[in-house]
């Protein structure tokens, strides 16, 4: 038979009270749940320009990382100025994936079971490629962490940085090549013929009944006076001729 006295419901509700209270207590002193945390977050990549064609190496730093289990990082870019290769480093252990489209990557990491969660500096290298030249920015356009206990960080804009990319260089044209001289006649090609001269037909030699001869005779260096001045006294000898044949006529009747 339960004792039901005053003094004894005193000591019951005394008791309740205790445990109510060790029970907040121990509520109290249980250690929250950490969410994962990085110190510092940082994108670095070439300081000097690349040219077109060139790789980029972007790297990732998760500075001072606290319980990070795993995380997912998407960079974003200029498709018209970069385009994704491939990545190059992610931590060991874990299991990686990428997912890709124009202008962007999409990095994720995650430990596997019981392995522990990722502390100190966590490093990613993503490779892209430089297509034309221009400043190309790359942004880490968003960053989510997940702790051991499934807790979550999510940021957006966090870092991001200036690749300067030089335009390819434009190929000098090749000269075309020379065309070979046509052949000489010491090459054994015929000979253009020499013009020569023509010689002017000699004057016929003209005789008449008169005393006078004329004798003409065509030379090379004869000059147009010369050869008028033979023309003048043949035609006086003929002239005179058939002078001399008509008072020979008249003479004779």
Excluded: C, I, K, N
């Excluded at 109510?20 to 121990?26: F, R, S, T, V």
């Excluded at 596997?112 to 290298?125: A, F, K």
């Excluded at 200036?162 to 000979?191: C, E, I, L, R």
């Excluded at 016929?204 to 004798?215: E, H, L, R, S, V």
């Amino acid at each position: 038979m339960r004792d039901r006295s005053p003094r004894t419901r005193a000591r019951r509700r005394a008791l309740h009270a205790t445990v109510a209270a060790l029970g907040l207590l121990l509520v109290a002193a249980a250690p929250a749940a950490a969410a994962p945390a990085v110190d510092e977050v940082a994108l670095t990549g070439p300081t000097a320009a690349v040219p077109a064609g060139a790789s980029v190496d972007v790297r990732l730093d998760l500075r001072a990382a606290a319980d990070v289990y795993a995380y997912e990082a998407t960079l974003a870019f200029d498709p018209a100025l970069l385009a994704y290769d491939q990545v190059t480093d992610v931590p060991a252990g874990g299991f990686d994936d990428v997912t890709t489209a124009p202008g962007s990557v999409t990095v994720r990491h995650t430990r596997l079971g019981t392995s522990p969660s990722l502390t100190g500096d966590v490093t990613t290298t993503v490779r892209l490629t430089a297509l034309a030249g221009g400043t190309a920015t790359v942004r880490l356009a968003d960053l989510t962490l997940v702790g051991s206990d499934a807790a979550t960080d999510t940021r957006a804009d966090v870092a991001s940085l200036d690749v300067v990319v030089t335009p390819a260089p434009t190929p000098t044209p090749t000269p075309p090549a020379p065309t070979a001289p046509a052949p000489s006649p010491s090459d054994g090609g015929a000979a253009a013929p020499s013009p020569s001269a023509t010689t002017p037909a000699g004057a016929a030699a003209g005789t008449g009944t008169g005393t006078g001869t004329g004798t003409g005779a065509g030379a090379l260096s004869a000059t147009g006076a010369q050869v008028a001045g033979v023309l003048v006294v043949a035609l006086a000898a003929l002239g005179l001729g058939a002078v001399l044949v008509r008072r020979r006529a008249v003479a004779s009747r």
